[in-house]
């Protein structure tokens, strides 16, 4: 993959992660308060989307630096949806998270509450797939337009190099 197609897929599956990441906690904000944001004239939830925005550029700096390893480990995607690609990603992400689980458990010596922490872990677990996926996609959906794009445009540049070997002939 090249530099400038490997950045432009990370950006835009950041774009695409991030703000569904931050249109699911809004969601769930929304949910938790008892008032939908268009309802709703309660500062606490207004506050809490205001802040979510503020860390939307930050989430999508942070997105995009993870997106460019993981585009940059895995082969040039050949579909839409490379499940191989989107299951060793979902694999690491787990973990990587359950890994940070034990270690706090060790750390904190609560043994005794390993269940409730590992229900816990394995809903924000959940939570946390579909921003991934959605990103993975469209990193996929970007790169696979670019790729199509350069055919087009070889093929065009091809016709045009034998038209003009053919008119000097």
Request: charged content about 10%; glycine content about 4%; aromatic content about 16%.
């Amino acid at each position: 993959m090249r530099a400038w197609t490997l950045c432009g897929a990370a950006l835009s599956a950041s774009i695409v992660a991030a703000v569904s990441f931050i249109l699911i906690l809004i969601v769930f904000l929304s949910l938790y308060t008892g008032q939908l944001p268009i309802q709703s004239q309660q500062r606490s939830l207004m506050q809490g989307i205001q802040i979510m925005l503020y860390l939307l550029p930050f989430l999508i700096v942070w997105a995009w630096c993870c997106y460019l390893v993981i585009f940059a480990l895995f082969r040039v995607p050949t579909h839409v949806w490379s499940f191989g690609q989107i299951i060793k990603v979902l694999l690491g992400l787990w973990i990587a998270w359950f890994t940070l689980l034990l270690i706090v458990i060790a750390i904190d010596f609560s043994w005794g509450s390993w269940i409730l922490m590992l229900k816990l872990a394995s809903v924000s677990y959940l939570f946390f797939v579909i921003p991934i996926v959605c990103g993975l996609v469209c990193g996929n959906i970007f790169y696979l337009k670019i790729q199509e794009q350069q055919q087009r445009t070889r093929v065009l540049w091809q016709k045009s190099i034998w038209s003009n070997e053919a008119d000097h002939h």
